[in-house]
């Protein structure tokens, strides 16, 4: 019982002595700056993070998705014209024709 007691009155006064030491001071100083420090980078949050690395996996597969769908239409496009050529010819004159995106 009374060791029980000495050990949580020396464990207060370390505490105590800890409180008030330069180095609770130091600690509060430093974590300000980090703090300071971080806000002037531009850092996101990991959610944030997360967010946009799914907006870019999903926008790699839709990507990846209109690829394979070009290549399909522009081999049965090739596949579908005349030796003359006279598709292409259409083909590039209603291209110019229509305005340009800017």
Known sequence: ML???LIEEVTAKLSEVLAASPARDLEKNLKATLTALFAKLDLVTREEFDVQAQVLARTREKL????????RLE???EAAQPEGGEASEAVAA???SQP???
């Open 64 to 71: 990846a998705e209109l690829e394979t769908r070009l290549s």
């Open 3 to 5: 060791k029980q007691k």
């Open 75 to 77: 081999a049965g496009t």
């Open 100 to 102: 340009k995106a800017e």
């Open 94 to 96: 209603e291209t110019e």
